[in-house]
């Protein structure tokens, strides 16, 4: 869409040839619409073609924009205007630029034209009265002197008569300059203050050395020093032999300093030096501090060096600065990966569990904690996995929380032989009682005949109950495989779960190795002490591999490859040999293939079926009427359509739904296959919008070459201004297919903004600004507004005002509401501005602060200083009061100086100075 003011070029790409719906060829046309018009482009290459829209719709404003300005009375501003090609404003001016110089604040409004549209803005020029001027203070020694410097103005005037941005004063007591600065009809004040004080601060380092070592100790903060050694300037080096202090007195001008160096004797070094734990193949960076050169037990002189041992190794390391020295061990420790280990627990239900994991540095658990100890309180059974790292090292562990009023107590059972013990150990709770009344978690018995042994656990007030079985038994459970051997082949039997064995063939030992020509079985007999048990090896002679082959399914005149497999030689029933064989049956056929390993044989049958289909397949496909369809098929060497057509593909443009049929042979095999063409509809799009009460939303379709609109429009876009919710429907159609789609405006309504009615104020008064109905606001003019992005800004305005509001709904729409404040002046009767001489903050509510007193002030500069010309306050507005504090901690009685420069309404500018007492 394109928005035209007045003449329009319209140009298009991607075709070799065009035509316009206005008789036009070419790429580009010219046009002037007198209404919002459509132009449809038909493009052309070869025997393709494709067409697009161009909407070219009028408009009537154009954004003019001008810059608005703060001036000093009798100074002028440059107002520009932008966005147009020809300007008017106001006064009667023409041209992008006008410079003005009003005695008043003055509105100028500028209106710019381009070609038949047009649009206006409004500049601001607003008069002030007042430099922003500032001067540094300074604290210098008697004697000495400062350079005050003023900025923020043109020419300057300072209290003690002298002119220019800076001065040099020598004063002997604290001092105030008050410079007053001027810029064309503006001017402003500020006060330097120049502190007299009497001691420098002067900084010494101290130092510790070996024995016979030295020391260079070097002062600062002054001009020149002395030395308690009788030495000046400002370092001095020293080899003392005991511990010593120096002292060093700076002076700069009059003032002066001192501090003390203390050099202390040493005797060895603190050399230190990392140790590490590395997993096996790792490698560890150990590193000393504390000394100027190292050496290792390793030979490395450098103060770092990586090492990969193979087991935990110490490594020495020995520092020297001078002629100190000291040792230091480091040790790395090798492991593969770390036994984390954590404890489980039964709760009951309600209570909490902590769980607590060892074995690492950092850990991290499955619920996300981090940290050795989690304490949980599941209310079902619930494991918990904690990952525990050390370095590149690492393991796990999981803990399992069950819940339940009794405890799950268990205790293990145990088989002995006459005359042994077992040693039965409970777990699932904190203490154990026994039915021998033995108590703890484990007992140790040795019952002469099978006995029961019931614990009991408690922890907190959950219990349960388990009994051990002890059995005394003769009997080893003494176990030993079997084995499946060919002819002259050997097997290994092994037997398990004694400590020495006898075999029926006389052999000793856990395993023998037997080679019978018989199916033959083979008795162990096992002892553990006391206890004996035996089992039986039966080991079988067989003759029967498990010999496979595959089958294949072939057309007339086709091989297939036959391949056995489970042995070492194969003869197959056509008098072949080999693993595999190539046949060609012309009918069914089955081969025998009997594979021999050894003296062991085996025996499997292929079968080879001889068949007539082809796996045929052709592709399905959906057109719109009038077009065409391609169908390729697949899987033969010939094909037969059934419209006649012959070969791999065919094209059709049936009028509705049709299949075609298409048979496909190769040798003596065939089959077929059938493709589906089916009519079908365009893709139509268009999109939706959500516009404010009276704004124009514009509706874009696309898929389809031409349109037809629910509105009677034929465009693929329109423009629309639907007072409520409204739904469109557009129809799309290209070369006989059509689809539609819906299209949704949503409109949102204006906000109900309101502003309260005009109101009037007395000159130096205030009045509330009140609008509603919207969710975000914004002010015009700024002058004199406590906000201008506030629902109820505080407007002082020194003369006739009119504000507007621009109130903004939650959903963006915007309305616009104004009120006019007007100013009545008055007489004002200005009373003496003074400072009270003392003040007593005791919470009385009498005199509990120092403050300005005086009802026509309207700006201001409130200083107060201590006797040693430090700042303790300052206050901008006769509501800024000091309450006796600095720094939050209240302060002693002393006499202060203050310092007040005011600002009357009438213009009048007052300045005083003097004391104030604080009495506690």
């Known amino acids: 869409m394109f928005l035209l003011t007045p003449q329009r070029s319209v140009q298009v790409e991607g075709a070799a040839t065009y035509s316009w719906s206005n008789g036009s060829t070419g790429p580009s046309i010219t046009v002037s619409p007198s209404n919002n018009t459509s132009y449809t482009v038909t493009g052309t290459s070869g025997s393709c073609s494709g067409s697009d829209v161009a909407n070219v719709n009028i408009g009537s404003a154009l954004n003019v924009s001008v810059n608005s300005a703060t001036i000093c009375s009798g100074g002028s501003a440059t107002l520009t205007a932008s966005g147009a090609a020809t300007y008017s404003w106001s006064n009667g001016s023409t041209g992008p630029s006008i410079t003005v110089s009003p005695s008043n604040n003055t509105s100028y409004t500028v209106s710019g034209t381009s070609g038949s549209c047009s649009g206006s803005d409004v500049a601001n020029v607003t008069i002030g009265s007042a430099l922003n001027v500032s001067v540094n203070s300074a604290t210098i020694c008697s004697g000495g002197s400062a350079t005050l410097t003023a900025s923020g103005a043109t020419t300057y005037s300072w209290s003690n008569g002298s002119t220019g941005p800076s001065i040099t004063v020598s004063p002997s007591n604290n001092t105030s300059y008050t410079v007053t600065g001027t810029s064309g009809s503006c001017s402003g004040s500020d006060v330097a203050n120049v502190t007299i004080g009497s001691a420098l601060n002067v900084s010494v380092n101290s130092a510790t050395i070996c024995s016979g070592g030295s020391a260079t100790l070097t002062a600062s903060g002054a001009t020149t020093y002395s030395w308690s050694n009788g030495s000046t300037g400002p370092s001095i080096t020293v080899s003392p032999s005991n511990n010593t202090s120096y002292t060093v007195t700076g002076t700069s001008g009059s003032c002066s300093g001192s501090d003390v160096a203390n050099v202390t004797i040493g005797s060895a070094l603190n050399v230190s030096v990392n140790s590490a734990t590395i997993c096996s193949g790792g490698s560890a960076t150990l590193t000393a501090s504390g000394a100027t050169t190292y050496s290792w037990s390793t030979g490395a002189t450098t103060s770092s060096i990586t090492v990969s041992p193979t087991s935990t190794t110490s490594y020495t390391v020995t520092g020297a600065s001078g002629n100190c020295s000291g040792s230091d061990v480091a040790n790395v420790t090798i492991g593969s990966a770390l036994n984390i280990s954590v404890n489980s627990a039964t709760i009951c239900s309600g209570g909490s569990a902590t769980l607590t994991a060892s074995g690492a540095t950092t850990y991290s658990w499955s619920n996300g904690s981090t940290g050795p100890s989690i304490t949980v309180s599941p209310s079902n059974n619930t494991s918990y996995t904690v990952t525990g790292a050390s370095g590149s090292c690492s393991g796990s562990d999981v803990a399992n929380v069950n819940i339940g009023s009794a405890l799950n107590v268990s205790v293990n059972s145990a088989t002995i032989c006459s005359g042994g013990s077992a040693t039965l150990t409970a777990s699932g709770a ?229 299949s075609y049929t298409v048979t496909g042979s190769s040798n003596d095999c065939s089959g077929t296959d059938i493709a589906y063409v089916n009519l079908g509809s365009l893709n139509i799009s268009v999109n939706s919008a959500t516009i404010c009460a009276g704004e124009t939303a514009t509706l874009m379709a696309n898929g389809a070459s031409s349109y037809q609109w629910s509105t009677g429009d034929i465009t693929s876009g329109i423009l629309t201004s639907p007072m409520t919710d409204t739904s469109y429907i557009v129809t799309g159609t290209s070369a006989g297919c059509t689809g539609t789609a819906t299209a949704v405006v949503t409109v949102n309504a204006k906000p109900n903004g309101s502003v309260n009615p005009n109101v009037s104020i007395i000159t130096g008064n205030s009045t509330s600004l009140l609008a509603s109905g919207g969710a975000i606001y914004n002010w015009s003019p700024s002058t004199a507004l406590s906000c201008t992005n506030c629902a109820e800004p505080i407007a002082s305005p020194t003369e006739d005002t009119q504000y507007c509001v621009e109130i903004t709904s939650s959903e963006g729409c915007r309305d616009t509401a104004c009120t006019t404040v007007s100013v009545e002046p008055k007489e004002i009767k200005c009373v003496e501005v003074f400072v009270p001489t003392a003040f007593s903050p005791n919470g009385d509510g009498v005199n509990d602060v120092a403050q300005v007193f005086g009802n026509c002030i309207v700006t201001m500069r409130f200083l107060i200083f201590d006797r040693w010309g430090e700042k303790v306050f300052e206050g901008s507005s006769i509501k800024d009061t000091w309450d006796g504090n600095l720094r939050g901690e209240p302060m002693n009685t002393a006499v202060f100086v203050y310092y007040l420069k005011a600002t009357l309404v009438n213009g009048e500018h007052v300045s005083l100075k003097g004391n104030i007492t604080l009495v506690r």
Do not use: M, R
């Open 430 to 658: 904190t203490t154990y009682s026994w039915s021998n009344g033995s108590t703890g978690p484990s007992i140790t018995v040795s019952p002469s005949n099978n006995t029961s042994y019931t614990v009991t656990g408690a922890s907190g007030s959950c219990y349960g109950a388990d009994i051990a079985n002890v059995t005394i038994g003769s009997a080893l459970n003494v176990s030993v495989n079997s084995a499946a051997i060919c002819s002259g082949g050997t097997a290994t039997l092994t037997a398990s779960g004694a400590t020495t064995y006898s075999w029926s063939n006389g052999s000793t030992g856990p395993s023998i190795t037997v080679s019978p020509s018989n199916n033959t079985s083979y008795t162990v007999t096992g002892a553990s002490g006391s206890c004996y048990g035996a089992d039986i090896a039966y080991v079988t002679i067989g003759s029967s591999l498990n010999v496979s082959v595959n089958s294949a399914n072939i057309c007339s005149g086709g091989t297939a490859t036959l391949i056995a497999s489970g042995a070492s030689d194969y003869s197959w029933s056509n008098g072949s040999t080999g693993s595999s064989i190539t046949v060609s049956p012309s009918n069914n056929t089955s081969y025998t293939v009997t594979g021999s390993s050894n003296g062991c044989s085996g025996s499997d049958i292929a079968y080879v079926n001889v068949g007539s289909s082809l796996n045929v397949s052709v592709n399905s496909t959906s057109i719109c009427p009038g077009e065409n369809a391609t169908l390729i098929a697949s899987g033969a060497s010939s094909y037969l359509w059934s419209t006649g057509d012959t070969g791999p593909s065919i094209t059709v443009s049936p009028s509705s739904n049709t």
